[in-house]
């Protein structure tokens, strides 16, 4: 009995000891995160740790992972740098190689010999030839360069071009290109990937800066998506608004009630079947003549492509939509 009592005693004891130290450590731990002389949050940078309310510093030189140097510009950046660009899908090789320059200048910027020149000149010729080993390298690189000059004419930013390059990669490792043109294959992809991040360009603005027509670029288009199964929802006509209303330089309350047309459209169902280019340049249409600025269907129709009688259709059912919404409310 009197041993039983001893080892319920012991196992008490055990219990409130690790209590006091589970509480001494939640205790250190919130003095870590406070300090220690007002209480007041603490705040990391770089080098230091600092009270935001007393300005304590509790705590510093920490590991900087910063370069050693400073710059003040974007030139004296690159100069002290010593470290190359990261890699990215945008580049055949991932931008791993390394690329000779066309300045004919040594390293103190002096301008090169003729016989220098002329050394300098097969040496390029040979290190690109050695960038693509490859057919298939010669097809991505080619492939890549397309993708790149159509989203440089498009205006689309480079997380479009990063995911158009990942789209041909994966269409180039299926085996899906053989009866079909790279150019092809290219503008499909980056039709995809406008689509796909939220910054669509229409069929026509894509066909227009493409080197194939309109028919094989559809239907290249619509065998990438199926056979890589690639989700893309149907465009969204408030997408292409803020485009058209910055290319047009109407107001933002005008843009706004633009919006507001689209939104009550699809409410109702409207924009089913019908094309988003279309509605969405009635909407930009529409908006500023609900706020008394001026703009012609010409004007609209030239910045979105799309014709006239389009735009008066389309003008006519945002229009007749919205007052069938304001009397339903």
């Not at 731990?29 to 509790?58: F, H, I, K, M, Y």
């Not at 003008?315 to 007749?320: C, F, G, K, S």
Request: net charge negative.
């Amino acid at each position: 009995m009197t041993s039983t009592r001893i080892q319920s005693y012991d196992e008490q004891t055990d219990v409130t000891e690790r209590t006091e130290e589970t509480e001494r450590a939640e205790t250190e731990r919130e003095d870590e995160q406070v300090c220690p002389e007002c209480g007041g949050n603490l705040a990391t940078s770089d080098s230091e740790t600092v009270c935001e309310e007393c300005g304590l510093v509790v705590e510093e030189d920490n590991v900087d992972r910063g370069p050693e140097w400073r710059a003040f510009d974007s030139k004296e950046k690159d100069e002290k740098s010593r470290v190359g660009a990261p890699t990215t899908k945008m580049m055949h090789d991932k931008g791993l190689s390394t690329n000779i320059g066309w300045q004919n200048k040594d390293a103190y910027g002096k301008s090169l010999g003729s016989r220098q020149r002329q050394k300098m000149q097969r040496l390029r010729k040979w290190n690109e030839r050695f960038r693509t080993r490859d057919s298939k390298e010669r097809n991505l690189k080619q492939a890549l360069g397309e993708i790149d000059r159509m989203a440089s004419a498009l205006g689309l930013p480079e997380d479009v071009r990063e995911t158009a390059s990942v789209i041909y990669r994966r269409a180039l490792d299926e085996d899906l290109l053989p009866g079909r043109s790279i150019e092809g294959v290219a503008t499909a992809a980056l039709y995809a990937a406008a689509r796909q991040t939220g910054t669509p360009r229409s069929i026509d603005e894509v066909a227009n800066v493409s080197r194939i027509d309109e028919m094989e670029f559809k239907r290249t288009y619509r065998y990438i998506v199926r056979e890589l199964n690639l989700q893309i929802q149907p465009a969204d006509p408030e997408d292409y608004v803020a485009r058209f209303a910055s290319e047009l330089g109407i107001s933002d309350e005008s843009e706004r009630r633009a919006r507001e047309l689209l939104r009550n459209a699809k409410r109702q169902g409207l924009h089913s079947g019908k094309s988003p280019v279309g509605l969405a340049a009635a909407a930009v249409y529409a908006g500023p003549l609900l706020t008394n600025e001026k703009v012609t269907q010409a004007e609209v129709s030239e910045v979105a492509q799309v014709s006239e009688v389009t735009i008066r259709n389309r003008y006519h059912e945002l229009l007749e939509a919205s007052e069938s919404g304001a009397a339903a409310a």
